[in-house]
């Protein structure tokens, strides 16, 4: 080999060898194998030469335009290799060979009890409706007969947002939309509003064994001509019958809500101690489960109805506590833990 095409050789793979990455290769490449590169100007020098030192010459340019070109092809591999190793170490430790993990999730109980509520109501002719969880003060309160400042409202220690709205602390928010929904195939048709509205309410509550900060509850309204407080405990038992599949001993007592005239609490006996006491019911052996009365007159006015031509039954159903009674759960902070563990022990696989 001339000592030209030596010494071309000696700084090509020098190059090479300090090429960090497929930019910096592709450009060597190019300057001693493109067009204009270095080796390829090797053979125009060739037109100066003899015959014999042409054959000589032209063969050595191209074992060496080979051997560069094997060199590049076989750094390229070596460079993906080393990506692909890279990108292999870099990786989180995976057994790709394990098994798959096939077990199935399910749904929540509050969402299999709530289904269930809403097919006992859909069959008796309630409308199912959806509300957001973010209201007005309007909505939550001044609507509902509560207006600003109204002790009633320490009742519900509730999350305002900078804007002035609020987190819903009770599924009641809803009722003002609901009237002004229906109000007119009532009026006009003398359709009766019949709906239910299941929701997650927000309370700034210290928990315990019956208290949680987001629950569930599930509100219920009707509003026709001659509604009365038989209609309402009629439902309240139906719901209730189903739900259990027995007869549950429930009482009715009176309780203050501003929004309706009677009000009364409907306490449930507590399923998880018999009615004998223990912490989930506080130990009182009953469970407070089902707010209810009739709709307060400025209520229904506020909803564009008139209430001395109808009347109507609205009630708040502690939906969280339902499920902690149809499955027996102690701690209603288990409800909302996230445990699959302990969620999958009281769902079936529906
Ligand atoms: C209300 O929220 C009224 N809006 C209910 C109502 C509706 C009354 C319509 C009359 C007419 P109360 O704050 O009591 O009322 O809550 C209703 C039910 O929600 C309770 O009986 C209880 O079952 C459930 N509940 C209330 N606070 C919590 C809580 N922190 N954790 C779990 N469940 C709760």
Not at 114 to 139: A, K, L, P, W
Not at 163 to 175: E, P, R
Not at 258 to 285: A, M, Q, R, T, Y
Not at 296 to 304: D, I, K, M, Q, S
Request: charged share 25%; proline share 4%.
């Amino acid at each position: 080999m001339s000592e030209k095409t030596a010494q071309m050789k000696q700084e090509f793979l020098s190059k090479l060898e300090n090429v960090a990455d497929m930019a910096s290769l592709d450009a060597l490449r190019v300057e001693y194998l493109g067009k204009n590169g270095l080796i390829t100007g090797l053979l125009k020098e060739m037109k100066n030469l003899s015959v014999e030192e042409k054959k000589t010459f032209g063969q050595e340019v191209n074992i060496l335009k080979n051997e560069a070109t094997d060199a590049i092809t076989t750094k390229i591999e070596e460079m993906k290799k080393a990506e692909i190793e890279k990108e292999i170490n870099s990786m989180p430790d995976i057994d790709i060979t394990a098994p798959a993990n096939l077990d199935r999730g399910s749904y929540h109980p509050i969402t299999l009890v709530q289904r269930e509520c809403e097919e006992i109501f859909r069959s008796m002719g309630f409308h199912i409706e959806d509300y957001s969880e973010i209201v007005t003060d309007y909505e939550c309160f001044e609507a509902l007969n509560i207006p600003k400042h109204h002790p009633a409202r320490d009742m519900q220690d509730t999350y305002y947002l900078e804007n002035g709205q609020l987190l819903k602390s009770h599924t009641s928010a809803a009722q003002n939309a609901i009237y002004k929904k229906y109000k007119d195939a009532l009026i006009n048709d003398g359709v009766p509003i019949k709906a239910i509205f299941p929701g997650r309410c927000f309370r700034n509550e210290a928990t315990d064994a019956n208290h949680e900060n987001t629950f569930f509850q599930m509100e219920g309204v009707m509003v026709d001509k001659n509604i009365s407080i038989s209609n309402l405990i009629f439902f309240m038992k139906t719901m209730l019958s189903e739900v259990f599949k027995k007869d549950v001993k429930v009482r009715l007592r009176p309780g203050f809500f501003p929004f309706v005239e009677p009000g009364f609490e409907l306490d449930i006996n507590c399923l998880i101690c018999g009615g004998e006491g223990c912490p989930s019911c506080k130990h009182s052996g009953w469970l407070e489960l089902c707010p209810c009365g009739m709709i307060h007159p400025e209520v229904l006015r506020a909803g564009g109805i008139d209430p001395e031509e109808y009347t109507g039954f609205a009630f708040g159903l502690g939906l969280t506590r339902l499920v902690m009674m149809r499955y027996g759960v102690k701690d209603i902070r288990d409800l909302n833990s996230g445990s699959l563990k302990t969620l999958s022990q009281f769902t079936d696989d529906k």
